[in-house]
């Protein structure tokens, strides 16, 4: 097509063996936890970017278009439940282990408890348990969470915990488009993920003077009034961990928009090729359903997990002015 047209594509299984991770341990043991070799890691994926340039008349254009598609999976970890266990005390005081690397499943996926609601009333209440159906709170109440049952033994407990969803995006994707007119010179450029969850806790729960997020204004109150945020107690039961505190975290952004005029097509220097004058914003734009400060949120302390929010500094929005000279 005339050079106009260009395409990659990339078609990848990689797979990472050996993997380095700390050992467990008792903390009797008296010393850190040597390193062990953890377990293989497995990514199988599709990339494939499109990027086309032209011109019409005096305008010169160019656009791209890339998409990045991964799968992960995790095993031969050699440990005896075939688990890395992932950390305690993440998300707030004495608050237990959330997400882990386990044989079969996607590397850092989150493990709790999934919810079917907050029960609104007594007869709720009575319902739950007539069906069978176990009760974690030992004094429950309307306003508390109703933790799903899994194994249906009527108890509510570690083994009604379940996969989540991962952190990690399943697909990733980036555009780009440039205009080049009589000396003006446009760019834009954005790049988002679809297919990875958030973990949101901003609060000590195990702290009963710590502050809430102002999300706490929609919490139960009565009947009716909230079907997510369960009422406040002077206990955490209701915030063990579950998929309440998961978000999806899909998002599309605007990461950088640039505007820029060669001045050197209305200055005479002959010292200078291009001198360019250009305005330039960074992030502008974020378009999500996160209620978060940020979307993109990165690895946690293991290193191998993701998508873990602490309140994390969001990355700035940014206004540049500036001057190129090439001479």
């Known amino acids: 097509m005339r050079n106009r047209l260009d395409v990659v594509a990339d078609y990848y299984v990689k797979t990472t063996k050996d993997w380095l ?78 997400y882990r690397a386990e044989n079969g499943q996607a590397i850092g996926y989150f493990w709790g408890y999934e919810t079917d609601g907050l029960f609104q009333n007594q007869s709720e209440i009575d319902a739950w348990r007539t069906s069978g159906n176990g009760i974690l709170q030992a004094n429950v109440l309307p306003g508390d969470v109703k933790y799903v049952d899994q194994n249906g033994d009527g108890i509510i ?57 102002t999300r706490i204004l929609d919490r139960w109150t009565g009947e009716g009034t909230s079907g997510t945020i369960p009422r406040v107690t002077e206990t955490n039961v209701n915030w063990q961990f579950s998929d309440l505190y998961l978000q999806d975290g899909d998002f599309l952004r605007i ?3 640039s505007l820029g005029y060669d001045l050197s097509k209305i200055i005479n220097w002959k010292y200078a090729n291009q001198i360019r004058f250009y305005v330039q914003g960074q992030n502008l734009f974020t378009f999500t359903k996160y209620d978060g ?3 993109e949120i990165g690895y946690g ?5 993701s998508g873990i929010d602490l309140g994390y500094y969001p990355r700035p929005k940014s206004v540049l002015f500036g001057l190129n000279v090439k001479f």
């Open 157 to 213: 407990n570690a083994s009604d915990k379940v996969n989540l969803g991962v952190g990690m995006a399943s697909f990733t994707y980036g555009i780009n488009l440039g205009l080049d007119y009589k000396g003006f010179d446009f760019s834009i450029n954005a790049y988002g993920s679809v297919g990875n969850k958030i973990v949101q806790s901003y609060r000590n729960h195990a702290n009963k003077q710590a502050n809430y997020t």
């Open 301 to 305: 302390t293991d290193g191998w997990v």
């Open 21 to 98: 991770v700390t050992a467990p341990v008792l903390a009797t043991t008296g010393t850190q936890a040597p390193y062990i070799n953890g377990g293989d890691v497995k990514n199988t994926g599709v990339e494939l970017g499109l990027n086309w340039s032209d011109r019409i008349n005096e305008v010169k254009y160019r656009f791209g278009i890339n998409g990045a598609y991964n799968k992960n999976k995790v095993g031969q970890i050699p440990t005896e439940d075939g688990i890395i266990h992932g950390q305690t005390a993440m998300l707030y005081d004495n608050s237990e282990e959330f």
């Open 293 to 295: 400060m940020d979307p």
């Open 255 to 257: 990461s950088n928009i």
